[in-house]
């Protein structure tokens, strides 16, 4: 089955929360990292994660989409005469659905993939458990609640929420009034320095990442133990 990344928006930390994931527990659980979407970007997701984590290719599932413009998808697929397609996409969600996927999407929840599709679209129609991303500063409440409302009016099964970014004394305030409000589990937090090493990245997944179990004791429950995978 596959794990959705979203955030609350863009820049939220969805790529270093995948990589801290892969690195922690891609080998036990068998568990691949694709983002189906890519745009924008000089050095892609997968081979940010792929040289961070250090993990071989097989690990990975190569994008559907891939975008020069930094622009919502819809837009960069327009500038380069491209159409990204809803249900190429479901397509690819289906043969992927008996592995373990960690799957990022692009942007936030409500970003266009074309002119009559939201990425939050291809997640209502899959029903597929997802993790929400958000800054743990000033903000993140109302942006987060309106997100796991969003997702809640569609029947999205929302499984949790993870901090990742600056650290912020306002931190642990804002993660028990959102887990007040919404009780969506908080799963925990990765406030990394902006200046971070790939090997202290690594040190940190290894050592400090999930260290309450909080994160892995969810995702056991929508993860099969050691399913196969064919790309």
Request: proline share 5%; aromatic share 10%.
């Amino acid at each position: 089955m596959a794990i959705w990344i979203a955030g609350t928006g863009t820049d939220v930390g969805k790529t270093i929360f995948s990589t801290l994931v892969m690195i922690k527990y891609a080998r036990e659980y068998s568990l691949f990292y694709w983002k189906p979407v890519q745009a924008g970007e000089e050095e892609k997701d997968l081979e940010t994660i792929r040289n961070l984590s250090s993990l071989p290719d097989l690990y990975f599932i190569k994008e559907l989409y891939t975008l020069q413009k930094p622009a919502s998808p819809h837009l960069s697929a327009e500038l380069e005469g491209k159409f990204i397609s809803k249900e190429t996409i479901l397509s690819a969600c289906e043969i992927h659905k008996k592995s373990n996927v960690l799957v990022e999407m692009a942007g936030g929840l409500m970003v266009p993939l074309n002119r009559s599709c939201l990425f939050l679209d291809i997640i209502e129609e899959i029903k597929e458990p997802l993790i929400l991303l958000a800054d743990p500063g000033l903000g993140t409440i109302n942006h987060s609640l309106l997100s796991i409302e969003t997702l809640r009016k569609r029947n999205i099964p929302v499984i949790g929420f993870f901090f990742s970014g600056k650290y912020s004394p306002l931190m642990e305030d804002n993660a028990e009034v959102i887990e007040t409000f919404s009780s969506v589990p908080f799963l925990g937090s990765a406030c990394l320095p902006e200046d971070f090493s790939p090997q202290s990245l690594y040190t940190f997944a290894e050592n400090e990442f999930d260290k309450d179990k909080k994160l892995i004791e969810v995702l056991k429950n929508y993860l099969s133990n050691g399913q196969g995978f064919s790309q």
